[in-house]
C-alpha cells in the first residue's frame, strides 16, 4: 500500500501506522474455518519505510493493473515486513523521526538487509498513544528558519493589529526536525 501517493498529506506516516497496526489487528482476529489442534491462526507482518519512491508506467492488465513502484524506500519496507516478528508492525528510521511521539516504539534495532551497505534502524510499534500525546506531538517545528519565522511572527502582529495578511509555509509532508527552535517562541 501506497500512502501520500497520488496526494500526501502531513500524517502519512501516521495512517500508514495505524493501517498496519490495524491489519495486524484483523488478520489475528480471523478465525479459520477447520481449527486444528496445533492452534494454528493466520499471521501477518508489516514493513514500514518512509521516503521518496519513483511511481512509473503501469504494470499489468485488467483488475491487476497497477502502476510500478520501484527505489529504496519500497524495498525497504519489503526487507522490514520480511525482518518482523509474525503479527508485528517495523517501521525505518525515517518513519520513526516523522511519527515523532504519536506511538510507543521499541528501542532501535540494526538489521543487516539485503540490498543495503549498512545496518538499517528499524523500531517495533507497541501501541498507539493516547489523543493527547498525538496532539503534543502534531507540533513539527520549522528548522533553521529564524528569519522566516521572525518574519511570519511580524505578519501575525501585523494582522491582529487590523491589517489584513497571508502568508503561506509548505514543504514535502513529514519534513521537520525536533532538535530546533518552535515558530511560536520569542
Known amino acids: 500500500a501506497l500512502f501520500g501517493y497520488p496526494l500526501a498529506h502531513e500524517d502519512d ?10 491489519i495486524v489487528a484483523a488478520v489475528s482476529a480471523i478465525a479459520l ?12 507482518r508489516v514493513g514500514i519505510a518512509t521516503g521518496l519512491v519513483v511511481v512509473g508506467d503501469l504494470i499489468g492488465e485488467g483488475a491487476s493493473e497497477e502502476e510500478a513502484v520501484v527505489g529504496e524506500t519500497p524495498n525497504l519496507a519489503a526487507r522490514l ?31 543487516d538487509l539485503r540490498g543495503f551497505m549498512h545496518p538499517m534502524p528499524a523500531f517495533r510499534v507497541l501501541s498507539a498513544r ?24 511580524d505578519q501575525w502582529r501585523l ?22 527552535t518552535r515558530l511560536n517562541s520569542s
Request: net charge positive; glycine share 10%.
Open 13 to 22: 506516516a501516521e495512517r500508514a501506522t495505524r493501517a498496519g497496526l490495524g
Open 33 to 44: 474455518p477447520r481449527p486444528s489442534s496445533a492452534g494454528d491462526r493466520l499471521r501477518v
Open 81 to 111: 515486513q520480511a525482518s518482523a516478528a509474525p503479527d508485528s508492525v517495523l517501521v525505518s528510521g525515517m518513519t520513526r523521526a516523522v511519527l515523532g511521539e504519536r506511538f510507543d516504539l521499541s528501542e532501535p534495532m540494526q538489521l
Open 130 to 153: 493516547p489523543a493527547d500525546a498525538r496532539r503534543r506531538a502534531a507540533v513539527i517545528p520549522l528548522v533553521n528558519r529564524k528569519a522566516e519565522c521572525a518574519w511570519l511572527q
Open 159 to 180: 494582522a491582529a493589529a487590523g491589517h489584513g495578511r497571508s502568508a503561506m509555509v509548505s514543504g514535502e509532508a513529514g519534513i521537520g526536525d525536533r532538535k530546533s
